[in-house]
């Protein structure tokens, strides 16, 4: 048996992407670049996301990039883009099994170790640095919206190094256990609260600051939150009404079992089974068993 925080560590680096799916990511992404530059002159192509944020839970997280395109080629309808873009990829990327809309993004599914990439067309609105660019991204019936991919990038990293890394660790727990029981929230939602998180509080430790979290999503009922950053609107939970009651069923579930998992690692050796019931409950049975806190 193992330390609580060996086996959470342990846990997590069994989810990291290594280095033969770094260098799949790396070839497909040079093929993405190449076929869509082609016709759009890219102004940039950048990964955002779980790979690029360091929160990455494989084989689960896709690959995101942020296609900028020149303002002056800006459609009215989002729609029109991503229809090229798809038609795009269908004609070129004869490799791909798949490709489909799923706003605000162009989904790309490849054989191999990481299947799926997203691809979000971008817009300059404003801003000169990584630290203040806001972009125009697709939104839901043909409108747009704004995005900071750049800016949360930095935040996240910001944050966690301040830390000492305890912000990736939580965002990662929690993508973790959401993939674990199919939850429909935002990948980007829980990161963005663990930054959240780790910007108001110096000491953090899994158990403790995930029950913290966990209590927020509950208490708030899953309600979009102000963007860190203040550069852009609220970054929303859940795509939908329905996923949004789904979700909320289940982080009540993961907040009773981090409060058990929590109290049976304070009670030490005699609640060493509940504990490691408790933790299983949250990331599965590969978690490894642990033991409790001994003095």
Known sequence: MVQLWEGINQYLADRAPNDWEKAEVRRYRQRLYDVLNSKYRLIAFYQ????????????????????????????????????????????????ASSVSISRPTVTVQFPGLVTRYEITPAYLIRGTSDDDRVVSIPSLGGEWREAAPKAHTKFVADIDRQRNGNVRQLARLLKAWKYQHGVPISSF???????????????????????????????????????PTGLVSRIHACSSESSRLTSIARVRDLHRNLDKAYTAWAAGVSERYEMNQALSAIWGPSFPYCEPYSA
């Not at 084989?59 to 038609?87: C, G, M, W």
């Open 48 to 95: 955002s996301g779980s790979f690029q944020h360091g929160t990455a839970i494989t084989p689960h997280s896709d690959v995101d990039y942020i296609a900028r395109i020149h303002f002056e080629d800006k459609p009215l309808s989002s729609t029109t883009i991503l229809n090229n873009i798809r038609q795009l990829l269908k004609d070129e990327l004869y490799e």
């Open 189 to 227: 939602y829980l990161e963005m609260r663990s930054a959240e998180h780790g910007k108001n509080n110096d000491f953090i430790w899994p158990l403790s600051s995930l029950k913290v979290i966990a209590n927020k999503l509950i208490t708030t009922n899953l309600a979009a939150m102000n963007d």
